[in-house]
Structures are given as structure tokens and as C-alpha cells.
């Protein structure tokens, strides 16, 4: 199984920008799909983007697509979150995830990392 820690959170005013990252370790982490989720104050865990083992392939949730991107470092076994044009709503717990399947479910993905905090301030 992947084990995963998150990084790069922070307290960021809405517009700016912020650059997650995701470490795993284990040798099998160019074979997984990878996923950014995040589960703001009192809700559930919502996805928020994910990536083929490969990087070719990309998706992302309507509420971030045009301001996020997702992307791999294989020889690093990182996956990485370009936040851009942060908004209120962005605020929350971002875990990262691994599936084994593209294009994953929501429910395919395990081996949650402890999550990172990103706040958006006015």
C-alpha cells in the first residue's frame, strides 16, 4: 500500500495562489492514479482532481476547473496541486489519495495521506 504526506498549505488571500504536494512512498506509485480531495468545515470529503499514472490524463471538479491543475513527478513519486485564483470556498483540508484504475470512482480511492490545510482569506 502507498503511504502519502501532504504539504504546502498554508493561509493564502483570496486570488492568490498556492502549490500543494504529495509524497509517497512505495514502489508502485507510477502505477496509480492520484488524487487531490479536499473536505471543508463540517462537510464531506469532496474530490477535486485526479491524474493518470502516466500524467497524460487529467480531471477535475466543475467548482476548480480553469483555476487548479494537477500534475506528476514519477521520478519523485509526487503529485502536485497548482492553486491559482483562490477563492473563499477553496477553504479546507486537501488529502491526497491513490486509486488503481483510470478513470477512478471517488470510492476507488484509498491510502489517504493526514492532509494539508489550505485557508483562503478575504
Known amino acids: 500500500q502507498v503511504q502519502l504526506v501532504e504539504s504546502g498549505g498554508g493561509l493564502v488571500q483570496a486570488g492568490g495562489s498556492l502549490r500543494l504536494s504529495c509524497v509517497a512512498s512505495g514502489r508502485t506509485f507510477d502505477w496509480n492514479t492520484m488524487g487531490w480531495f479536499r473536505q471543508p468545515p463540517g462537510t464531506e470529503r469532496e474530490f477535486v482532481a485526479a491524474v493518470s499514472s502516466s500524467g497524460v490524463f487529467t480531471s477535475y471538479a466543475d467548482s476548480v476547473k480553469g483555476r487548479f491543475t494537477i500534475s506528476r513527478d514519477n521520478a519523485k513519486n509526487t503529485v502536485f496541486l497548482q492553486m491559482n485564483s483562490l477563492k473563499l470556498e477553496d477553504t479546507a483540508k486537501y488529502y491526497c489519495?491513490?486509486?488503481?484504475?483510470?478513470?477512478?470512482?471517488?470510492?476507488?480511492?484509498?491510502?489517504w495521506g493526514q492532509g494539508t490545510q489550505v485557508t483562503v482569506s478575504p
Open positions: 489519495g491513490s486509486a488503481g484504475r483510470w478513470p477512478p470512482r471517488s470510492s476507488d480511492f484509498n491510502s
